[in-house]
């Protein structure tokens, strides 16, 4: 069990209890300290938390409006948030050099191709530097990553002194809104990586200078941080692998007891796994309560490449023409887990559309290029003959045929949901999605499962 689902349950303890007393206030805070110390939070951190929750239930004179276990929930949502790091911070639009270090392995290049194509896709003319000379593939794996996404990579063969190769770049690179320097890593933070990255940071005078660290690393994120800082002033982090670890939760509040803000969290190997870091809304992500408004970036994004509008892929109606362009579409996103766990959704929906390949989808094409519009349009028509025509025409199966159309059904019983949450998103606007709200949706969302199968 992730911390996001321990989290969950904890605060479904206090939201479900049926007297709300001091006992069921000390198992759902026994439950939180639990799935926090598993995340690797410093333990002070943990026993500060559960004091100010145990003091806000004892709190005589309640807010107005809010009821004892209202009071309690929101404290303690709030409390998780300012935990792993509040919500002022956020990264700079469009800062002019980056430079990124870190030790081997956090993710420094896969993260220097990710931020190119974050700000990329922002307008802005990007350009990288490949300023690890440590490791000879180092230059070649940013190299394959700037073609992917094609942008110029600068990267001297055989040049030894990094330094000198950022000096290089930045003579011969004119005209970018936005310059990103890869640097070495080593095992740990030694005297020749200090002499390196100082010499690097003279040579190119980044205003950002981010420290790139895997989620596994837990709380000792702070003693890097404050190690990375002591060495170049480094002003903030980007935490990778979050999906992978179970200890993202250690390393965001290490780094916000550090005082780096973190900007950026990895959360994949592909280019677009990248987001900007905003504690509440990855909170409520992995607490189940979806993350509707990184859900909504993501979906403009990837309209202005396959020009759909938004409306179309997430409200349109639901015809087999619209499920699989949406079904394009959302793989591009990410997964369609992914996309799932964004909406909060992951739990119900079925695994097939989890697990949904590229050649299934190419499967589901050729059927559909052996329907009528009228089909397309309105699939319940389908009867025997029809599904058996279909079948014949794309040379599938008629077991195939109707595999797409059970899935045509179950997704639109998923975007159906959706729409009803991001009606509720949206009358929430403003400060994002606050507890209250989000847990009466989860609620409601929990009571409409009836409806849909
Ligand atoms: N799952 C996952 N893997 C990542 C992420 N960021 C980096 N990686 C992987 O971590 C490994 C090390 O990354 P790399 O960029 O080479 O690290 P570097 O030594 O700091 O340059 C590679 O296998 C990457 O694919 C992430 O956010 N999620
Ligand atoms: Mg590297």
């Known amino acids: ?182 640097s070495a890593g080593r095992n740990a933070l030694d005297k020749a990586l200090v002499k390196e990255i100082k010499e690097i940071n003279s040579a190119f005078k980044p205003e950002e200078r981010w420290l790139v660290m895997g989620a596994d690393i837990g709380q000792l994120a702070k003693k890097q941080a404050t190690a990375f800082h002591d060495a170049v002033g480094v002003n903030g982090v980007i935490i990778t692998r979050i999906d992978g670890s179970a200890k993202g939760g250690g390393a965001l509040s290490a780094c916000n007891v550090a ?73 591009k996103m990410g997964s369609l887990g992914k996309v799932a766990e964004m909406l909060g959704l992951k739990m119900q929906m079925p695994r097939e559309m989890l697990e949904m390949t590229e050649e299934k989808l190419d499967g589901f094409k050729a059927m559909m290029d052996s329907m009528t519009k009228q089909e397309k349009l309105s699939p319940d028509i389908l009867s025997h003959s029809r599904i058996q025509r279909i079948a014949k025409g794309s040379g599938k199966k008629e077991n195939d045929v109707r595999e797409l159309i059970r899935s045509h059904k179950q997704m639109a019983s998923v975007f159906k949901k959706f729409r009803k949450l991001d009606e509720k998103a949206l009358q929430a606007k403003g400060g994002g999605l606050d507890m209250q709200k989000l847990a009466q949706m989860f609620g409601k969302k929990k009571k409409k499962k009836k409806h849909f199968r």
């Open 259 to 331: 005082k780096c803000p973190v900007y950026f969290i990895g959360v994949g190997e592909k280019l677009d796994d990248l987001e900007g870091f905003d504690a509440q809304r990855y909170l409520s992500r992995v607490m189940g309560y979806g993350d509707l408004r990184a859900l909504l970036e993501k979906a403009k994004e990837v309209s202005e490449e396959e020009e759909l509008s938004p409306e179309e892929l997430l409200m349109g109606e639901f015809n087999l023409d619209v499920f699989y362009k949406q079904l394009k579409a959302t793989r």
């Open 1 to 182: 069990m992730g911390l996001g689902e321990k989290l969950r349950g904890a605060m479904e303890i206090l939201r479900k209890a049926t007297v709300f007393d001091k006992g069921a206030i000390k198992e759902s805070t026994r439950e939180l300290q639990r799935a926090l110390i598993a995340a690797d939070v410093e333990v002070q951190l943990v026993l500060d938390l559960t004091k100010k929750i145990e003091d806000a239930a004892a709190l005589e004179k309640l807010p107005a409006g809010l009821s004892r276990r209202e009071h309690v929930l929101k404290v303690t949502y709030d409390q998780l948030v300012a935990l792993i790091g509040g919500t002022e911070k956020k990264a700079p639009e469009k800062p002019k050099k980056i430079l990124l270090v870190g030790l081997f392995g956090g993710g420094k290049t896969t993260t220097a191709g990710k931020l190119a194509k974050y700000y990329m896709k922002r307008g802005l003319k990007v350009g990288l530097i490949a300023a690890d000379t440590f490791r000879p593939a180092a230059v070649e794996q940013l190299q394959q990553l700037a073609g992917k996404i094609k942008i110029d990579c600068f990267a001297t063969k055989g040049g030894k002194n990094a330094a000198k190769v950022v000096e290089k770049a930045m003579r011969e690179m004119k005209g970018y809104d936005m310059l990103i320097a890869d």
